[in-house]
T-cell receptor
Framework: EAGVVQSPRYKIIEKKQPVAFWCNPI?????LYWYRQNLGQGPELLIR????????DSQLPKDRFSAERLKGVDSTLKIQPAELGDSAVYLC????????????FGEGSRLTVL | GENVEQHPSTLSVQEGDSAVIKCTYS??????FPWYKQELGKRPQLIID?????GEKKDQRIAVTLNKTAKHFSLHITETQPEDSAVYFC??????????????FGRGTSLIVHP
């Protein structure tokens, strides 16, 4: 079975440029999470989806970040415009929601903003 | 919200020694405590978890203990091997809440096992 798939794996952009990350969760997983992991830190939640509904986005910087999960399957996280402080690894994870607490992570998208 | 503190940030041991990583949490309503291992450049993966109705859980060389009164939990690795070298994250979660678990992660412990 395929795991959580993310792309791109690496992205280098100039500040003020836009960037988008894509995530395809494990089939059947209704819950999808986007986390940001700064160097030497633990993952921090940006947004959580239950199917297609964003139910927890309090940590998402809404002035520049946006996300969507059309049809309750794959998801896109966008940053526009990017700032130097956005350099981090963006991790997508999925789970069966209420049936298990285990999160299955993708390999992450490493963003470098110059 | 939940706050998870994790110590130490770096742990260096000799192969065969034991390693202990400790975490504390702030929200007494948290009831699920997973541990994730992240090897360099790879995705975090669940290695063991414990729920609030259990005080200890073992899986081969790995064990986790939970003290609900003190709001702390620990990961114990015995007979460490070089392949145990990785970053370990503890997390605390209430759940399911709004349909799923929402783990808050600690800052991570970099475990280095010297051959």
């Amino acid at each position: 079975e395929a795991g959580v798939v993310q792309s791109p794996r690496y992205k280098i952009i100039e500040k003020k440029q836009p960037v988008a990350f894509w995530c395809n969760p494990i089939s059947g997983h209704n819950t999808l999470y986007w986390y940001r992991q700064n160097l030497g830190q633990g993952p921090e939640l940006l947004i959580r989806y239950e199917n297609e509904e964003a139910v927890d986005d309090s940590q998402l910087p809404k002035d520049r970040f946006s996300a969507e999960r059309l049809k309750g399957v794959d998801s896109t996280l966008k940053i526009q415009p990017a700032e130097l402080g956005d350099s981090a690894v963006y991790l997508c994870a999925s789970s069966f929601g209420q049936f298990t607490g285990e999160l299955f992570f993708g390999e992450g998208s490493r963003l470098t903003v110059l | 919200g939940e706050n998870v503190e994790q110590h130490p940030s770096t742990l260096s041991v000799q192969e065969g020694d034991s390693a202990v990583i400790k975490c504390t949490y702030s929200d007494s309503a948290s009831n699920y405590f997973p541990w994730y291992k992240q090897e360099l450049g790879k995705r975090p993966q669940l290695i063991i978890d414990i729920r609030s109705n259990v005080g200890e859980k073992k899986d081969q060389r790995i064990a986790v203990t939970l003290n609900k009164t003190a709001k702390h939990f620990s990961l114990h690795i015995t007979e460490t091997q070089p392949e145990d070298s990785a970053v370990y994250f503890c997390a605390a979660s209430k759940g399911p809440s709004g349909g799923s678990y929402i783990p808050t992660f600690g800052r991570g412990t970099s475990l280095i096992v010297h051959p």
